[in-house]
C-alpha cells in the first residue's frame, strides 16, 4: 500500500497479559522500524528489519518483547506478561534504505498500548 | 547511547512571532533530519541536512547544520496556528538506526 498500516489503534492489556501489534510496511520498502513513544515526546528505537531479517535489535529488550517480518505476512511486534511501563504509543515505520539515500522513515500512525 | 537533547521542551507563543529550536548532541552525524508530529499521527520528514555548516529553507522554516555536525536548528518566521505539533531532531550514525531527539512541543495561540 501508499501508507504504513499498524494495527490495532488501540490496546488495552491486563498487567501480565500478552499484547500483539502489526504493521504493514508501503509496498516497496525494504527496511522496517518499530519505536516506542513514551510521555508523547521521546522516541525509542526498538527493533528494525531488511525484508524478514532482524537488521538492528539494539533496542529491543530481549526478555519480553520479540518481533518478526515474514514473507506475506504483516510485521509484528509482541509483547509477552506486559508490564504496567509498556504502556505507550508504538509505532512502525517503513523505509527504501536504512542508512543511504534520504533515509526518510514513513511512519505508521501508531498502535497506542495501555496496560492496566 | 548518542543523545539528542532539544530545547526549549515546550513553547507556547503567539501567532506571528519567530521561534528557534534547538538539537544539541556530543556525537557526530552524517545526517540529521527534523520531523514533526501532529496529535494522533506518525512523525512527518520536513528537511534532512547532510553538510556540515548547511542551511534549507522551507517556506518559512529554516534548518541548520551545525560545522561540527553535531547540533542543528530549526528556525520559524511569523509562525502560524498550523505550525502547532511536535519536532523532532533525529541523527543518523553510520549503519545505527535513527536516534532520535527529546522532542519541542510548540503551540501557536491565533
Known amino acids: 500500500g501508499e501508507e504504513v498500516a499498524q494495527t490495532p489503534k488501540h490496546l488495552v492489556r491486563g498487567e501480565g497479559q500478552k499484547a500483539k501489534l502489526y504493521c504493514a510496511p508501503i509496498?516497496?520498502?525494504?527496511?522496517v522500524f518499530w519505536y516506542q513513544q513514551v510521555l508523547k515526546n521521546e522516541f525509542k528505537f526498538l527493533i528494525s528489519?531488511?525484508?524478514?531479517?532482524?537488521?538492528?535489535e539494539t533496542g529491543m529488550p530481549k526478555e519480553r518483547f520479540s518481533a518478526k517480518c515474514l514473507p506475506n505476512s504483516p510485521c509484528s511486534l509482541e509483547i509477552q506478561a506486559t508490564k504496567l511501563e509498556d504502556s505507550a504509543v508504538y509505532f512502525c515505520?517503513?523505509?527504501?534504505?536504512?542508512?543511504?539515500?534520504?533515509?526518510?522513515?514513513?511512519f505508521g500512525e501508531g498502535s497506542r498500548l495501555t496496560v492496566l | 547511547t548518542q543523545l539528542l537533547e532539544q530545547s526549549p521542551q515546550f513553547l507556547s507563543i503567539q501567532e506571528g512571532e519567530n521561534l528557534t529550536v534547538y538539537c544539541n548532541s556530543s556525537s557526530v552525524f552524517s545526517s540529521l533530519q527534523w520531523y514533526r508530529q501532529e496529535p494522533g499521527e506518525g512523525p512527518v520528514l520536513l528537511v534532512t541536512?547532510?553538510?556540515?555548516?548547511e542551511v534549507k529553507k522551507l517556506k518559512r522554516l529554516t534548518f541548520q547544520f551545525g560545522d561540527a555536525r553535531k547540533d542543528s536548528s530549526l528556525h520559524i518566521t511569523a509562525a502560524q496556528p498550523g505550525d502547532t505539533g511536535l519536532y523532532l531532531c533525529?541523527?543518523?550514525?553510520?549503519?545505527?538506526?535513527?536516534?532520535f531527539g527529546s522532542g519541542t512541543r510548540l503551540q501557536v495561540q491565533p
Open positions: 509496498k516497496g520498502h525494504s527496511y
Open positions: 541536512v547532510v553538510t556540515g555548516g
Open positions: 515505520a517503513s523505509s527504501q534504505s536504512a542508512t543511504g539515500g534520504t533515509g526518510e522513515l514513513f
Open positions: 533525529a541523527g543518523r550514525a553510520g549503519r545505527r538506526a535513527l536516534t
Open positions: 528489519f531488511q525484508n524478514e531479517n532482524v537488521f538492528d
